[in-house]
């Protein structure tokens, strides 16, 4: 099949669940023989040309803003696709999806998928209009396609709560890493003032939404009783159109050099601030499956996230959990966590073993194959599978 990968910025996977998750399946659908074209933001910095085998990128414009980049990429990216003749255009995100209308009028043949990430119309970055479009696309993404993905089961119930459409279900995914500390390992951390197991780690952009303000204020509180017990703070991540939280963030910690904030990193550098954290915190106020920590687990990181349904599908008992929002739950469960190594390290240690087996790429790659060649296989062009009223 010839399929085109609409709604991410590009590739490399620099940063963001859904183009990590873009990637990961895109160089699996590759290696299985399939062309993938994924279109990539201008801005973004991607080479347009072969990424890997199988896997092309395509360079379209965009007016970058905070309300016109994902939208006007989507559009133009549409026509492109349609023009390449690609057999499937996957839609990533319930903000392109708005656009999934378009090949199912214009190109009947064409099988359109959507992805259905995370319910974006929560996140407190967006006013009441944007709020309004994100609610059309959920609606769009679950209607037009021929077939729609949910990467959750929480999600899949929720399309078919609101919409009443039956979603097929495929995961995020992780890999194995298999690494060693390393010389490497210990220069990036000293750039950063830490040491191996020293520090608790959060990774997560930085909107309201993530909640790096309550453990923030968690970590002040337990350095006021004197219970950090030498575990520095680190946040790593950077804006999305948030600079104002961001500002926020650095008053919140300024002056203070047990709490660093590194802006956002990739690669090597985020993979040594993996493999040497004692812990992983994810106080997020909502998600959709959570890649941040499946990564984390994947490393034999023990993880403290917050109560959420999203986070708890994830963690299904191989994580603590705090009350979402509440910082004194938070302080506590993370003070708690603090004061026994070795129960954190018994955690990391089973969450590995947990999510290698249930969250895996190659796995991922499987299922979304299925609902390609399933959507091919439909004889009405114009079907879709919905629930009884």
């Not at 696709?81 to 209308?101: E, K, M, Q, T």
């Not at 009028?105 to 995370?118: D, E």
């Not at 506590?332 to 603090?338: G, I, Q």
Request: aromatic fraction near 8%.
């Amino acid at each position: 099949m010839r399929i085109a990968m609409i709604g991410q910025k590009g590739l490399p996977a620099r940063y963001g669940g859904i183009e990590r998750h873009v990637e990961q399946l895109s160089l699996r659908l590759g290696q299985a023989g399939h062309e993938v074209l994924v279109y990539s933001r201008a801005w973004f910095g991607s080479a347009a040309g072969e990424y890997a085998p199988g896997v092309r990128t395509v360079i379209t414009p965009t007016i970058h803003t905070k309300h016109l980049d994902a939208i006007t990429h989507t559009f133009v990216s549409t026509f492109y696709a349609l023009r390449s003749g690609v057999d499937v255009i996957h839609y990533h995100g319930v903000g392109p999806s708005l656009l999934a209308w378009i090949p199912r009028l214009l190109a009947p043949r064409v099988r359109v998928i959507s992805t259905f990430h995370c319910i974006d119309a929560r996140q407190r970055k967006w006013g009441r209009l944007a709020k309004l479009a994100l609610r059309m696309g959920e609606r769009c993404a679950c209607w037009f396609p021929h077939r729609t993905v949910t990467v959750a089961r929480w999600l899949q119930e929720y399309c078919r709560d609101s919409y009443q459409r039956a979603c097929d279900y495929v995961p995020n995914g992780v890999e194995s890493v298999e690494r060693s500390n390393s010389d490497n390992d210990t220069k990036t951390l000293a750039e950063f003032g830490l040491e191996p197991n020293g520090y608790v780690l959060m990774v997560a952009r930085l909107l309201p939404d993530k909640g790096a303000h309550h453990l923030v204020r968690a970590h002040q509180e337990l350095r006021r009783q004197n219970k950090t017990r030498g575990k520095k703070l680190v946040i790593v991540g950077g804006s999305a159109f948030t600079m104002d939280y961001v500002d926020q963030l650095l008053q919140l910690v300024e002056g203070e050099s047990d709490i660093v904030l590194t802006g956002y990193q990739h690669g090597s550098v985020l993979e040594a601030l993996f493999a040497n954290a004692y812990m992983v915190a994810h106080p997020s106020e909502t998600e959709g499956l959570p890649i941040t920590i499946l990564e984390a687990m994947s490393y034999g990181r023990a993880v403290l996230a917050s109560n959420i349904p999203e986070n708890l599908e994830v963690t299904s008992g191989q994580a603590i959990n705090f009350n979402n929002r509440d910082v004194a739950d938070l302080t506590a469960k993370l003070d708690f966590m603090l004061a026994a190594p070795d129960l954190v390290a018994r955690l990391g240690e089973q969450s590995q073993q947990y999510v290698l087996q249930n969250y895996n790429w190659d796995d991922v790659a499987v299922g979304v194959a299925d609902v390609y060649h399933r959507a091919a296989a439909s004889e009405k062009s114009a079907s879709v599978e919905h629930l009884p009223a």
